[in-house]
């Protein structure tokens, strides 16, 4: 009797072979004769080589469909196990962007949104600027892990400028990493709930999910990458000049930030705001402005945004 052995890799075997095995049991019947054996992340299977062949062939389009949808139940199994080709299963919906952890489907919420998904497939720079809770970054970071999904960048990189936003990161307690990972906190969440976490930590590990401050940049050349250049209006003129020649072959550049909350010191020009005059008419940059009819936090948050640009306009 021959013998098979298959690794479930960046995959949870518990969310994967289900509550008490129970979908590794559905799989066994689908295949009687074969011998079957969950152990840890591993399956051990035996028997003929033709059906162990197509064991092999139906697993990887079980895993193919978890790694897509973050989750799998009876009737994927059972629809996976049955189909003629991969195609019926793993067809992909324009509107979800990414299928998020727990099934969660994350799209694009507003007109503006989905304007940044669709200058997107036409244009490898985007600047995305807008007050917060607009869901600029959110649908950006979306964007990139559908791209690295997708198969159409091998890396996501993401960064921030490291500007003390009233606090003084020097008095944080800590290596250089523990104080930033705080302030990359938003970009961790975001990734969060659109990949499981073993996998994340398995990305991140390898270097396939980049997060570090915009200093990190410096020297390097970014091919085959997606990179979301976070909180832009924090940027300087030289900042923003050596991020935006990084770009390599292959990349797709998002840049996001809010001109209206800037952190540097008063007499600094912010990087973003200059450069939004000096790019707007490049062919293949584009360029989307989100407002308060793109908020999707607490309703509040709407009201807030247009208290403050009232109270802003008239101190003006």
Do not use: C, W
């Not at 250049?229 to 900042?239: I, R």
């Amino acid at each position: 009797m021959n013998e098979r052995i298959i690794e479930l890799n960046e995959i949870n075997p518990k969310d994967f072979f289900g509550t008490h095995n129970a979908n590794i049991e559905l799989v066994k019947k689908h295949f009687p004769k074969l011998k079957i054996v969950a152990r840890g992340n591993q399956l051990k299977i035996f028997g003929e080589p033709v059906l162990l062949d197509e064991f092999e062939k139906r697993f990887d389009m079980l895993t193919k469909y978890f790694h897509r949808y973050n989750k799998i139940d009876e009737n994927s199994i059972e629809r996976i196990l049955a189909a003629n080709s991969e195609i019926s299963d793993l067809k992909k919906s324009n509107d979800i962007l990414v299928h998020g952890v727990n099934g969660r489907l994350i799209k694009a919420l507003s007109v503006n949104q989905r304007k940044m998904v669709d200058l997107m497939r036409t244009n490898d720079m985007l600047f995305a600027v807008g007050p917060a809770g607009t869901g600029k970054t959110y649908t950006a970071v979306a964007l990139a892990v559908k791209a690295l999904k997708d198969q159409e960048v091998r890396k996501i990189i993401l960064t921030r400028p490291a500007v003390e936003s009233g606090e003084n990161l020097g008095f944080l307690p800590g290596d250089l990493k523990e104080k930033l990972d705080p302030y990359m906190q938003p970009l961790y969440d975001a990734l969060r709930d659109m990949i499981p976490y073993e996998k994340l930590e398995s990305y991140i590990e390898k270097g396939i999910v980049q997060i570090a401050p915009l200093a990190f940049m410096r020297g390097r050349t970014l091919d085959g990458a997606f990179v979301i250049l976070d909180e832009a209006q924090n940027t300087t003129h030289n900042q923003m000049k050596m991020f935006l020649t990084r770009m390599g072959k292959n990349a797709k550049f998002i840049i996001t930030g809010d001109p209206g909350q800037i952190d540097l010191p008063r007499k600094q020009i912010s990087g973003l705001k200059e450069v939004l005059h000096s790019l707007d008419r490049i062919d293949g940059i584009a360029r989307v402005t989100l407002d308060d009819k793109d908020v999707i936090r607490h309703k509040l948050v709407k009201k807030i945004i247009n208290a403050y640009e009232k109270l802003e306009s008239r101190d003006s």
